[in-house]
C-alpha cells in the first residue's frame, strides 16, 4: 500500500484554496489541479510498504502524538518548484514553519528513521501543493499572477490531529482513504 502522514485541511481552508485554484485556472491548461480531497499537508511520504509496516508506523505515531500540544497553522504566500518561476513543475501555497509544526515533523522523521525509512534528504519546507505542472512551457502568466499572491494571507486552522492516510493512483488522479487518526495533546 501507498501511504503518508499528512495533516488535513479545514474545509474554510480547502475553499479559499479552491478559491485561488479556479482564479488560476484559464491561465494554464498544462496544470493538473489538485481537489479538495487532495490538500493536506505532508508531514513524511513513505511510498509502499506492506500491511505489517503499516501496523509498526502506526504504533510509533501512536506515542509521537501525544508528545505535541495542539496548534495553530498559517497558509500564508505562493510560489513554484523550482523557485524562480522558470520552468515550474510544481505550484503551491506556503504554510508559515512555526516550531510546533516543525517539531511535530521532525520527531515523525526521527522515529520512523528508527523503523528503517529513510530520512528526507531536503530540508522540510511546508507548502500545500495547488497544481502540477504536466508541460513547464508558455506560463509566464500565470508565474505572474502566482506572484500577486506571494504576501497572501489565506487563512488558518488549529491543528489537532495528524493522520495516516494510503493513497491509490488511478488515472482520474490518487484516491485518500485514512487509515488511523492521532489526536495531539
Not at 122 to 127: I, K, L, N, S, Y
Not at 133 to 141: E, I
Request: no cysteine; hydrophobic share 40%.
Amino acid at each position: 500500500m501507498r501511504t503518508f502522514i499528512a495533516i488535513d485541511l479545514d474545509d474554510s481552508l480547502k475553499r479559499a484554496l479552491e478559491a485561488l485554484a479556479g482564479e488560476l485556472r484559464p491561465l494554464a491548461r498544462s496544470v493538473r489541479w489538485i481537489g479538495a480531497s487532495g490538500m493536506h499537508l505532508t508531514l513524511k511520504f513513505l511510498g509502499e510498504i506492506s500491511e505489517a509496516d503499516a501496523a509498526r508506523v502506526s504504533s510509533v505515531l501512536e506515542e509521537v502524538a501525544p508528545r505535541h500540544q495542539i496548534f495553530g497553522l498559517v497558509l500564508e504566500g505562493t510560489g513554484t518548484f523550482p523557485s524562480g518561476g522558470r520552468d515550474p513543475r510544481v505550484l503551491w501555497v506556503g504554510v508559515a514553519p512555526g516550531p510546533p509544526l516543525l517539531a511535530l515533523q521532525e520527531d515523525i522523521e526521527r522515529e520512523l528513521e528508527k523503523l528503517g525509512f529513510e530520512r528526507e534528504k531536503r530540508p522540510f519546507h511546508p507548502h500545500l501543493t495547488l497544481g502540477r505542472v504536466k508541460f513547464p512551457s508558455r506560463l509566464d502568466h500565470l508565474v505572474q499572477e502566482m506572484r500577486k499572491h506571494k504576501d497572501q494571507r489565506f487563512g488558518e486552522m488549529s491543528v489537532q490531529k495528524f493522520t495516516f492516510f494510503q493513497s491509490t493512483l488511478k488515472p482520474s488522479g490518487a484516491e485518500y482513504a485514512v487509515l488511523k487518526e492521532f489526536r495531539l495533546a
